[in-house]
């Protein structure tokens, strides 16, 4: 009887904890979409606008498609996480505008195939910096303050040439 008793309490606490490690997850979320929204104006509309034209390959939650790292079958790469587990955030802010606007492939050049195609023809200038205030506005300040390092770094390098 206290074997029994003892195995419910376990499986009892062990939901409990699942519970809590899951409602942490879910207010880490919504706490970061909170902060897309002071991040600044243009973060509202750019959410909007990133469900309507990236979320169908970069997700919802900007999770990225599974495995986004391996090549498909076809030796292109999956998308990648938008959020702070994916490396979006180790690109300058130039580089980002150019790859929703250019796509891909016509950045990287040398023949490079990807499944991301440039929005220039369906999304103005402003919608394209919405949709990045939106994407930087939702990671923790230590990745929005090293991808604003590095959007400084790039400019500078820029105006040298």
């Known amino acids: 009887m206290k074997k029994r008793l ?16 899951a409602g942490i997850a879910a207010n880490r979320q919504s706490d970061l979409l909170q902060n897309t929204e002071q991040y600044s ?7 909007d606008i990133y469900a309507d ?12 498609q599974p495995d986004w790292r391996s090549r498909l079958p076809s030796g292109r790469l999956p ?6 587990s994916g490396h979006t955030w180790h690109h300058a802010d130039q580089v980002l505008f150019q790859i929703v606007k250019q796509g891909t492939a016509a950045l990287v050049g040398n023949d490079y195939e990807s499944d991301m195609p440039g929005f220039g023809d369906v999304l ?37 040439e």
Not at 41 to 47: L, V, Y
Not at 79 to 84: I, M, S, V
């Open 53 to 64: 034209y990236c979320a169908a390959c970069h997700g919802m939650e900007l999770q990225g």
């Open 6 to 21: 003892f195995v419910l309490i376990g499986i009892s606490v062990m939901i409990a904890a699942g519970l809590v490690v």
């Open 41 to 47: 104006e243009t973060a509202r509309a750019g959410k």
């Open 79 to 84: 998308a990648p996480p938008h959020d702070a």
């Open 124 to 160: 103005n200038d402003a919608e394209i910096q919405a949709v990045l205030d939106y994407i930087k506005g939702t990671w923790p300040e230590r990745e929005r303050s090293h991808q604003e390092r590095i959007s400084k770094a790039y400019e500078a390098s820029e105006q040298r």
